[in-house]
């Protein structure tokens, strides 16, 4: 059974850094691309980047470029949101998610995408 544990959300001040990880197991790990997604209270869950299976595409959503990287260690079965710069706005539940297919993921729709983890909350104060 496919399964997605993130980690490493919390409280942060504005203007630090958090790094996420997304553990996955069950699943042939290397052959998924992987996508970072967030759900802030009162909105929708949103697309925050996505990686290839390979590590060798990135994907951003515009307004995150430049603070966020996303990569990936198919050894340990690992996918890593890095957040630079945080800011209130960044408050958010933060999932993981897996998709194997060509198309749709990169682009950040989240019906491409086949197994999800539970989140990790993430507190920005100002």
């Known amino acids: 059974q496919a399964q997605l544990h993130e980690s490493g959300g919390g409280l942060a001040q504005a203007g630090s850094s958090l790094r996420l990880s997304c553990a996955a197991s069950?699943?042939?790990?290397?052959?998924?691309?992987m996508g970072w997604f967030r759900q802030a209270p009162g909105k929708e869950r949103e697309f925050v980047a996505g990686i290839s299976w390979s590590g060798g595409s990135t994907y951003y959503a515009d307004s995150l470029k430049g603070r966020f990287t996303v990569s990936r260690d198919n050894a340990k079965y690992t996918v890593y949101l890095q957040m630079n710069s945080l800011k209130p706005e960044d408050t958010a539940d933060y999932y993981c998610?897996?998709?194997?297919?060509?198309?749709?993921?990169?682009?950040?729709?989240?019906?491409?995408?086949?197994?999800w983890g539970q989140g990790t909350q993430v507190t920005v104060s100002s």
């Open positions: 998610a897996a998709s194997v297919r060509r198309d749709r993921w990169f682009e950040g729709y989240q019906d491409a995408y086949a197994y």
């Open positions: 069950g699943l042939t790990f290397s052959v998924y691309h």
